[in-house]
Each structure stands twice: as C-alpha cells, then as structure tokens.
RNA sequence: GCGCCCUUCGUCUAUCGGUUAGGACCCCAGAUUUUCAAUCUGGUAAGAGGGGUUCGACUCCCCUAGGGCGUACCA
C-alpha cells in the first residue's frame, strides 16, 4: 500500500444495457472521494463479454455518469482491447511458476470440485503438481492462479475493516481459459495496477473477490490498491432492488422526473452521512466525504424521501431549464409544445414549481394551460353552477375585464376584495372558478391561475362557461 | 453445505463505554386555508434475542436468529 501516491479512482461498469442505481452510487462514491483527494476519477469498460457489449450498450454508461454529473478524466479503458497485456501478466506468473497449466475440463472438473469440497477445502488441480507432456501442450488448457494451501488473506477493508479469509478456501481459480480469453479477476487486478488505481471503491459483492485478487497482486509483486466495499442498495422492501420496484436504471429515474443534483444528494446520503446534514451542495459534499464514513449495512431505496429531496432541488432550479424538461416530458408523450407553449410554460412555472416533487408532476400541474377549449366540466363543478354562483361568477368576470394588472398579487387582492363586496367567503365562488378555469379540482391559488393563465384565456374560459348555452 | 459480510424509530441515519438515544423522510395533530400542495408548530416511534467483559454497555467479546454476497473456463 502506498500512501504518497495521488488517489486516482474509477467505476468499471459492464455494457449491459442500463445503468443501475447502485452503480451509479458507486460511482459517485468514487467521485466524491476522488475529488475530496484532489485525486482523478477513471472510466474502464468492462467490456468482455462480447455479446452483451454493443456500441449502444456503452453509450449507456457514458450518457448515465454525463446525466448525473459525474464527469470522468483522460480517456475510458476499455477492458477487451486490453487482453494481450492480461496474457502477458499471466505468462509472467506462469514463468515465476505462480501459475500452471491445466486441463482439468467437463465432468473430470465437476467431479475434482465435489471431492475438493468434501474435503473441506476449495479446487486444487491435479495438474498443479503434475508435469504436462509435450503431447499435452497442443491440446487446449487453461492456465489457474497456483494459491497458497495454508495462511490467511487478510483485506484491509476502509469499509468493512480488516476481513480474514482462509487460503484453503480460496480454489486456484482459472487466470486463462482454454480459448486464450483471460478473466475477471485477472483482468481486474491487471487493469487496476496499470491504470495506477490507488482505491477500489465498489459494491461488496466483491469482497470475496478482493481476497482472491489479493493473491494476484501479491503474486505479480504488485502494491495492493486500498479496498473500500460499499453495501448494495436494496428496494423498499429489503429484497435486491430490481424492476418491480419502480425503478432500477439511472434512465428510469430521469424519466421519472428526478433531477441530477437531486440524485446526487439523495444516493450520497443513503449509506454515508456528514452529521445531520440532509440537503447538501455538491461543494460541500466533496469537502466532507470520506469513503470510512461510508457504512456497512445495506440501505432502502425510499421513494418519500427521494421525492422530498427532488422537490427541494426543483424550487431551487432555473426556471428556463425547468421548461426545458417539461417540455421534454410533453414531447415524451407525443404532445410537444410549441413555441409559444413553451414560452407560456415558463412563464407560469414559478406558479407552481414550489408544489412538485418531479419533472413529471410539474408537467402535470401546467397541463391545465393547454387544455381546449371549450373546457368540459367536470360534473361537480356543474352543479356548483347554479343560479346564484353563476350570477356571482359573472359579476367577477366583470371586474376581472375591467383590471389591466394581471400579477398573481393583483389578482389575488381583486379576489379578496371581491368575496368582501360580496359578504361570502370563497368557498362560495372559489371552487365553481377553479372548476371553469381549470377542468380540475386541484390548482394553485387562483390569483396564480388566473396570472398563469392570462387575461384573455381566462375569460374566454369564463365565457364558455357562463355563456346560456353552456 | 461451506466461507465472508451485515443488523439503532416503518425508512435513511447520529452516537465512536457514561446522552431524557439526536436529526431527516413518512405518519398523526394543530396553525394557515379557495382545492391540492407548500409552509410553520407539536407529537408517535428504535438499539433482533441470549450470554459475557466492565463501576457502567447501542457502543467491546461469544452464541443464536434474520438478511445479503460469494462459492464458475460469468462479470
């Protein structure tokens, strides 16, 4: 372990298709501490399994860590081009006799496993101990990692602390396979050791890997990087988060009206903390995090508090940039807003970005703007139309024709003033006008409506209704 | 089966041997009130169980239970 070295980090995601929310986690993580160090943050592709690793499926990954803000430096390392320098590193360890060939295969493998566990410790090949024939250097063999039979591996963990494996449990695991391709857990120690990694921060799935990588590092004479294992996220229920529980991708939540920043915050939360601070920039949660704090049990993705989160970040988000995403919302469901809509959108969007915990509600809540007219009423809103409402309303509409200052402040005062001269209250009116307005039972305060609306839809929307024939 | 890890309010967490166990989300009540929210005030709610160690354990050790991960020529 070097202390001396800049910290260099990185997130080695696989091209599977979508990013998962405990990647993304990771990766902040990674981030975070990497930029708390004055350190560099790296992208590796892991990209090996060659069906699943399409162009698409990589681009994925780069458009997932662009979304959340998590910008990597130099260029991403792309685990397959790689291969040669992992053959290279095995051959080193084959020469140095670290490593052996071995043609252990098929059922003669099952059966060595089976008898390997029956006697209480992991795979040792016969061939460990065996010299190969020149007849059997041409047929096709692995070549597996030779361990240690007896002693500890001990991780020292930054998260899980010091974690004590037995070496007879650690098998001789495969290095090479018979068809040249190397495998993770080479290629991992490989590429982490190339790329000058200082600190493997990532989910603790790994931690049994990190013992066995432990033995390869120690076999190339390589410095061990630090290991930080993070938990997992789990859905609210406890089990492992996948699709039923709402949402499983880092795609999926920006479709649900997540903002970035308030990703950022929420997952930075949820499994580390600085005190009792909830809602943090991103300034300071680069100058308080440090990956020891980070815990060890697994957390709950709460949809509550992810929502409180994002609707504290909404409220404070830039108006233009907020329309930009409704906009993106209506487009998503085949209505796109025009010019002249979109304009009307941020006007009215300081109305109501105060009452939505997503993009999406947002959108939902200036739906009403674009509504044709004439509206269809609702059938409450109807009955509430009676003689005497109807009356009253018309009398409103009057006087709203009649002012020129169309604020919400204006308007909201011309309302108060109105119930006054009128000796009710607004429940009297309030509801039958926000039913005509809006085709809703539920809007901002109607001074907002109205203002969101404009003067002249607003009466139009007035006269539809109070007109005889409606 | 074996190995490793984890376990404080419903959820996210603070505590790093001595606190009335604190905060946030959710929930409830009140205030506000033209709906729904928002906002403000207040409230309910926790150390998985059992043994130790100690003057004193949420905190240290052991056991049990529950959960997770691993145990591949997957990553």
Redesign the pocket.
Same mark, same amino acid.
């Given at each position: 372990m070097s202390d001396s070295r800049p910290v260099v980090t990185r997130i080695?995601?696989?091209p599977?298709g979508s990013m998962h929310i405990g990647t993304a986690r990771t990766a902040l993580f990674n981030y975070l501490y990497a930029k708390h160090t004055g350190g560099r943050f790296l992208l590796r592709v892991?990209?090996?399994?060659r069906e699943r690793s399409t162009e698409a499926a990589v681009q994925v990954i780069f458009d997932g860590l662009t979304w959340l803000g998590l910008p990597f430096d130099g260029e991403p390392v792309f685990?397959f081009a790689r291969a040669d320098r992992h053959r290279e590193a095995v051959l080193q360890m084959l020469e140095a006799g670290k490593a052996y060939r071995?043609?252990?295969?098929?059922e003669e493998?099952t059966a060595a496993?089976e008898k390997a566990?029956a006697a *209480?410790h992991?795979?040792r090949s016969p061939w460990r101990d065996r010299d190969p024939r020149p007849a059997d250097l041409g047929k096709?063999?692995?070549i597996?990692f030779r361990g240690p039979l007896n002693g500890d591996t001990v991780?020292e963990?930054l998260v899980?602390?010091?974690?004590?494996?037995?070496n007879r449990?650690l098998?001789d695991?495969?290095l090479?396979?018979?068809?040249g391709?190397?495998?993770?857990?080479l290629?991992?120690v490989v590429d982490d050791h190339d790329m000058a990694v200082t600190h493997v921060i990532r @989910?603790? %799935?790994?931690? !049994? !890997?990190a $013992? =066995?990588q432990t033995l390869i590092y120690k076999a190339m004479g390589w410095d061990l990087p630090h290991f930080a294992?993070v #938990?997992?996220i /789990?859905g #609210?229920d *406890?089990?492992?988060l996948s699709k039923r529980h709402g949402a499983q991708a880092v795609a999926e939540f920006a479709d649900l009206g997540y903002l970035p920043e308030a990703m950022r915050n929420y997952l930075a939360?949820?499994?580390?903390? /600085?005190?009792? %601070?909830? &809602?943090f920039s991103d300034a300071d949660a680069i100058a308080w995090f440090d990956i020891a704090? +980070? !815990?060890?049990? +697994?957390? =709950?993705?709460?949809?509550?508090?992810?929502?409180?989160?994002n $609707?504290?970040y909404i =409220?404070l988000a830039d108006d233009a940039r907020l329309a930009d995403l409704v906009a993106a919302v209506f487009a998503a469901r085949g209505e796109p807003l025009d010019e002249a809509r979109k304009a009307h959108a941020l006007r009215a969007i300081p109305l109501v970005k105060?009452? $939505?915990?997503t993009i999406v509600e947002l959108a939902d809540?200036l739906a009403f703007l674009y509504r044709a007219r004439p509206l269809t009423l609702d059938e409450k809103t109807r009955d509430l139309l009676s003689g005497e409402t109807r009356a009253r309303l018309t009398r409103l509409r009057g006087q709203l024709a009649a002012t020129n200052d169309w604020s919400a402040e204006a308007l909201?005062a011309l &309302?108060?003033a109105f119930?006054e001269s009128e000796g009710v *209250?607004? *429940?009297k009116?309030? #509801?039958a006008?926000?039913g005509i307005l809006t085709g @809703?039972?539920?809007?901002?305060? &109607? @001074?907002?409506?109205l203002s969101a609306l404009g003067r002249e839809e607003s009466l139009a929307r007035l006269d539809d209704a109070l007109s005889p024939v409606a």
């Open positions: 080695a995601p696989s599977t892991e990209d090996t399994d685990q071995c043609w252990l295969a098929g493998l496993r566990h *209480g992991a795979l096709p063999h692995a597996r991780v963990d899980q602390g010091q974690v004590t494996f037995r449990d098998d695991l495969v090479l396979r018979s068809d391709a190397p495998t993770y857990n290629a991992v @989910g603790d %799935d790994h931690l !049994n !890997n $013992a =066995r294992h #938990p997992l /789990h #609210p *406890g089990a492992k939360r949820l499994g580390w903390s /600085h005190g009792d %601070d909830e &809602l704090d +980070a !815990n060890k049990g +697994a957390s =709950r993705l709460d949809w509550d508090k992810l929502g409180f989160v $609707a504290h =409220r105060e009452r $939505a915990k809540q909201e &309302l108060k119930a *209250g607004f *429940g009116f309030a #509801p006008l926000r @809703g039972t539920a809007s901002p305060d &109607l @001074g907002r409506t």
